[in-house]
């Protein structure tokens, strides 16, 4: 039996805790370079690559999504607002078609509403979390939409999103529980069994000129 000299031993072992460091499970989903593994279905919207950071400029919504479906996983990416009225999301778990994307949508919300890491329904059923539908005065829906509607108003939660900065965000789903965290603040925790699987996706919200900055897209699946 061969024995490793050893400072090949220990060279190797400083490969490996460095590439374990470097990458900590979570596989790129942007290059840096160009916009390969993502598609834009719609007939607008500009995407560019600006210095490893993706930059979608529109006069309408519009979202660029990947190629590929994913079922469970840890999603995490950055996203940047531009000022004045702004507000976007990272679609997940989301179907793509010409024209339009639908589904799961971690909200990230640049209004004083404050609703970042919010979970939206975009294209069906609007709000899941925090929820509008106690609108109807059935007291269950009633006192769901007090309960999620109190819970983004307590500090921690309202102050996630830092407005004029870079924002991560970390997105969690496992069968059917689905986990938000913005800054490291969780901000959604909900149940739901309407999709299992789909896109990942980044929002342009059609406010026209301005361009929203995306980096650091990965992933983990589980």
């Not at 790129?28 to 930059?55: A, I, P, Q, R």
């Not at 980096?215 to 699946?221: G, T």
């Amino acid at each position: 039996m061969k024995l490793i000299r050893p400072f090949l031993f220990a060279a190797l072992l400083v490969t490996c805790t460095f590439v374990f460091a470097q990458d900590g499970g979570m596989t790129s989903l942007f290059n840096g370079k160009d916009t390969t593994g993502w598609k834009n279905t719609y007939e607008w919207g500009k995407v560019e690559v600006v210095d490893g950071e993706f930059h979608l400029t529109a006069d309408k919504k519009f979202f660029l999504v990947t190629e590929e479906q994913f079922e469970d996983f840890v999603f995490e990416g950055e996203v940047h607002l531009p000022e004045g009225k702004a507000n976007s999301g990272f679609m997940f778990r989301c179907h793509a078609e010409p024209n339009k994307v639908f589904g799961y949508q971690a909200e990230c919300d640049g209004s004083d509403r404050r609703w970042s890491g919010g979970l939206y329904d975009e294209g069906r059923n609007g709000w899941l979390w925090p929820s509008q539908k106690g609108r109807t005065k059935v007291d269950a829906a009633l006192a769901h939409e007090k309960e999620s509607q109190a819970h983004f108003k307590k500090p921690e939660v309202r102050d996630a999103l830092k407005r004029n900065g870079w924002n991560k965000y970390r997105i969690t789903c496992k069968g059917n529980s689905i986990k938000i965290e913005v800054n490291g603040v969780v901000t959604t925790e909900y149940k739901d069994d309407t999709d299992a699987k789909g896109h990942i996706g980044i929002q342009h919200h059609g406010e026209k000129g301005q361009t929203y900055r995306f980096r650091n897209l990965k992933i983990q699946k589980l």
